[in-house]
């Protein structure tokens, strides 16, 4: 750091210097103001500057004293006070010119503001004054009320029109030069110095001038013919505003066009087809730069040609995926045997679109979503030159591989053509939803309603033959009538055989007899000519005979073979879900692919239709005519305990009723709703089938319940008269609980009601059990009307009635039953009391608790009087009270 008094800080201010009476100004400090203005410039140092001189002199004088012995010397203020005193001077003459120069900066800056506010208030006045007459140029230009008027508009209408008019000079006098060239001289060079001079706006505007040159050409030809050769120049219209073109036919050119009049449209012609190619083939090299700039330029110019037809159809016909794409037309599809078998078989899930045909769709959705970055760039036109490329990709691309895809599947089968169906048209339809949710020549925009319109054209025309009329709705039918009918086959074999061939056992699964084999062979027979002239693939053929449990011969040479048993002729309610699922995939692929359009309520009634003829009628119906025709046989079966087992399978045959009803509601009748008319004409025919099956049911219980009440009164005609009262020697086992009859129809009863329990539930088996139970009530009431009673046999009658009772207490009967249940306990006590104690019970019977509803006391007469002691005076007393 330099310090006050070296050589970097020695000069002094000349008028300012003041030499010190006590110290030599050469030991004093000198120093200015840019001492103290340094940056490095700190008090302690200044202040210790000022000592060290003084402190340094003091230190190097000579020592007084001899041989060499040093004298201390006393300190001496005075040079430091002289050097302060110096220091403190100036300082302060230093004070007092800054002081000064202060007062001088301060005093020009504030003549400097006044000066500013001067310029300010100047300058203020002068942007008011600016204002104002800018508002009153405005007011002007904008006018005031009826008298003015939109000035600023009106000028700017006028310049442009002046503007319009001037080019229209320009292009009419260059128009009438080319003419003049062509047709004089027979070329058009300054045209063409244009084109090659001019680039891309210079091909523009020489393609207009040539087009227009060419309507000139024509017009004139036109003329010349309408006045039989006389050329007639005067009046030709020029679209760019010339009118007239007067003085161009001077009679040597009139001469000279009259000789050769076609030769200056075949110049302009072939000038413009040379034009036309050469902007084609510019354009097609910028194609292959890159070069959106030149390729736009070329595109603007060919707009001229046909409106940009032959630019667009070589952008389109010259890229490479169609290129690439027309190779692969023919290839054939390379699908493994697994894969279609799977499309055909009803019972797996489809395996999905064909390989072949996702790869060119998913190949699509990046080339056209890359392409439309090149189109926006390049075309002036773009929406018009993505419709084209969208257009060829959907109907040559994507059309001839989706017609090859559907044609193998229509050779596999109708399930599989209809699968793969469904599955291109939801796979082509995302291909549609992702384009416009890309934006395409919008992206990242949603696409314009133009171009989704024209996707969503595409799409449909895909598929538009395919759905023609009625064509779509009876591909389905015929699929699910011939699936519903090979899995039916045996079925409908069984029940056919029942009903010709003669059963010899009286079981509900009878044994067959001779001609059944027979039988079975013409029915294969039938159905494999049903097969063979339905037209079918040998795959179908071969899904139809498994879907129908028939086995093809290894060698495929002999017919197939079939084993009907009796599961065959039971419902199944697995096959009843095989049937519904196939018409649930059948109507969910309707919806898609139809849309739920206004033809699917009639589709609708026709997949109900198909529904209730086959699993209705030909299934559930047949089934239950079978549980019918068997309970008729139990009735009339008098010889045997009747076979009553059928009535497990009604529990099934309700299960499919519920089933296919519930289907019925849930999935066709609200796809109906849009009409009004076929959906109450379904649901009176699904009500009328509901009513019908009904009655079908009610009708096999109430035969049931006959047949068990018939068996039932055979086995109570059986019983012995000794059973009631037995012999004086008979050896009475008093520990026998029941008889053989009331444990045999204990045992036949006990059985039928547990298959009904099995079978029914609520209502319906309520309604069975009480109905069985008023019958054998019945039975048992004339049954013991019939047989006499002796005082040992009263205890076996009693067990008897105990038995009965407890078996009609299992069957869980209604409260309202209870007092049947108390008749017949009332019953078994008047063959037990004695004579004194039936008389009591006689006499309070009918009052209080210990009457019976709707029993009277005549009622109780005809088993007082088969008791053994009835001719006895205590019971003849009370026969007489009866």
């Keep these: 750091m330099a310090r ?294 070329c595109a603007v110019a060919l707009q001229d040609f046909g409106d940009g037809n032959s630019v667009i159809s070589l952008f389109v016909n010259q890229h490479q995926f169609f290129i690439d794409r027309s190779q692969l037309v023919t290839d054939e599809l390379v699908v493994d045997s697994e894969t279609w078998d799977r499309l055909a078989d009803p019972d797996t899930e489809p395996p999905g679109v064909e390989p072949s045909l996702q790869s060119l769709i998913d190949e699509v959705k990046v080339v056209v979503q890359e392409e439309s970055f090149i189109i926006k760039r390049a075309f002036p036109y773009h929406e018009e030159v993505l419709a084209r490329f969208l257009q060829r990709v959907f109907q040559q691309s994507i059309q001839q591989r989706l017609e090859m895809v559907l044609n193998k599947a229509d050779s596999i089968s109708s399930l599989a053509f209809l699968r793969s169906l469904q599955a291109s048209r939801a796979y082509i339809a995302a291909l549609v939803e992702d384009l416009k949710a890309h934006g395409l020549t919008e992206h990242p925009e949603f696409v314009s309603s133009v171009t989704a319109a024209m996707l969503d054209q595409q799409l449909d025309e895909l598929f538009v033959p395919y759905f023609t009329g009625t064509s779509y709705i009876e591909r389905e039918k ?97 096959f009843t879900k095989r049937m519904l699922k196939w018409l649930a995939e059948g109507v969910g692929r309707g919806i898609e692919l139809a849309g739920g359009g206004s033809e699917t309520p009639k589709e609708i009634r026709e997949l109900l239709h198909l529904l209730i003829a086959n699993m209705g009628e030909i299934y559930l119906e047949t089934a239950l005519n079978a549980a019918i025709d068997h309970a008729a046989a139990a009735e009339a079966n008098t010889k045997s305990e009747p076979d009553l087992s059928y009535i497990i399978d009604l529990r099934t045959a309700v299960s499919v009723l519920h089933l296919m009803l519930t289907t019925i509601q849930t999935l066709l009748l609200p796809l109906a709703a849009s009409n009004l008319t076929i959906r109450r004409d379904l649901e009176k025919q699904t009500s009328n089938f509901t009513d019908r099956m009904e009655s079908k049911v009610d009708t096999v219980l109430q035969k049931t319940i006959d047949a068990a009440l018939a068996w039932t009164a055979k086995l109570l005609s059986a019983q012995k008269k000794t059973d009631f009262k037995p012999r004086d020697d008979h050896n009475l086992q008093l520990d026998q609980l029941q008889t053989s009859t009331c444990q045999s129809i204990f045992t036949f009863l006990d059985r039928l009601h547990s298959r009904a329990k099995n079978s029914f539930s609520g209502r319906v088996l309520e309604s069975f059990s009480l109905e069985l139970a008023v019958g054998l009530r019945t039975l048992l009431l004339q049954h013991f009307k019939s047989y006499q009673v002796s005082l040992t046999g009263a205890l076996v009658v009693s ?45 309070n019977f009918g009052t209080g608790a210990g009457g019976l509803q709707g029993v009277e006391k005549t009622d109780l007469r005809p088993y007082v009087l088969r008791r053994e002691d009835s001719g006895s005076v205590g019971v003849q007393a009370v026969l007489n009270a009866l």
């Design 4 to 297: 006050v008094g070296s050589p970097e800080t020695a000069s002094l201010l000349s008028g300012h210097s003041r030499p010190s009476t006590l110290q030599s100004t050469r030991n004093n400090p000198v120093f200015t103001l840019d001492t103290f203005s340094s940056k490095d410039f700190i008090v302690k140092d200044f202040v210790e500057s000022l000592s060290d001189s003084t402190v340094g002199t003091r230190r190097s004088a000579p020592t007084s004293g001899g041989s060499g012995a040093q004298s201390s010397q006393a300190f001496d203020p005075k040079p430091l006070i002289r050097t302060f005193e110096h220091a403190l001077s100036r300082l302060k003459t230093l004070s007092e010119d800054l002081q000064e120069r202060e007062n001088e900066l301060s005093a020009s800056v504030r003549r400097a503001e006044g000066q500013h506010n001067t310029n300010i208030k100047s300058r203020e006045q002068e942007l008011e004054r600016t204002i104002a007459s800018f508002h009153r140029l405005e007011r002007t230009l904008d006018g005031d009320g009826d008298e003015g008027g939109n000035a600023a508009m009106r000028i700017g209408e006028r310049l442009e029109e002046l503007d319009r008019q001037r080019q229209r000079a320009q292009d009419a006098k260059f128009i009438l030069q080319c003419w003049l060239e062509v047709s004089e001289r027979g070329d058009l060079s300054s045209l063409d110095d244009v084109r090659k001079a001019g680039g891309g706006e210079g091909k523009v505007r020489c393609a207009h001038i040539a087009r227009q040159l060419l309507k000139i050409s024509q017009r004139l030809d036109g003329s010349s013919e309408a006045q039989n050769g006389t050329p007639k120049t005067n009046g030709v219209h020029f679209p760019n505003g010339v009118n007239d073109v007067n003085g161009v036919d001077s009679p040597t050119g009139s001469q000279r066009r009259a000789k050769n009049n076609k030769q200056p449209r075949e110049i302009i012609e072939k000038f413009l087809e040379m034009l036309e190619k050469d902007l084609l083939k510019s354009f097609d090299e910028f194609y292959r730069r890159q070069n959106f700039d030149g390729m736009r330029e």
């Design 478 to 574: 015929r699929n699910l009538g011939v699936l519903f009918e090979g899995l039916l086959f045996k079925f409908a074999i069984y029940h056919s055989r029942r009903r010709k061939v003669h059963v010899q056992s009286n079981t509900y699964l009878g044994a067959i007899s001779a001609r059944s084999k027979e039988f079975i062979s013409s029915a294969r027979d039938a159905y494999m000519e049903r097969l063979d002239s339905a037209d079918l693939q040998p795959g179908q053929k071969q899904m139809l005979l498994r879907v129908a449990g028939m086995h093809q011969n290894k060698d495929q040479s002999g017919p197939a073979e079939i084993d009907v048993t009796d599961e065959d002729g039971q419902l199944s309610l697995p």
């Design 799 to 843: 067990k008897d009635i105990t038995k009965y009772i407890e078996l009609l207490r299992s069957w869980e009967l209604p409260s309202t039953f209870d007092p049947s249940l108390e008749v017949l306990t009332e019953i078994a006590n008047l063959f037990v009391i004695g004579p004194e104690a039936l008389r009591d019970r006689l006499r």
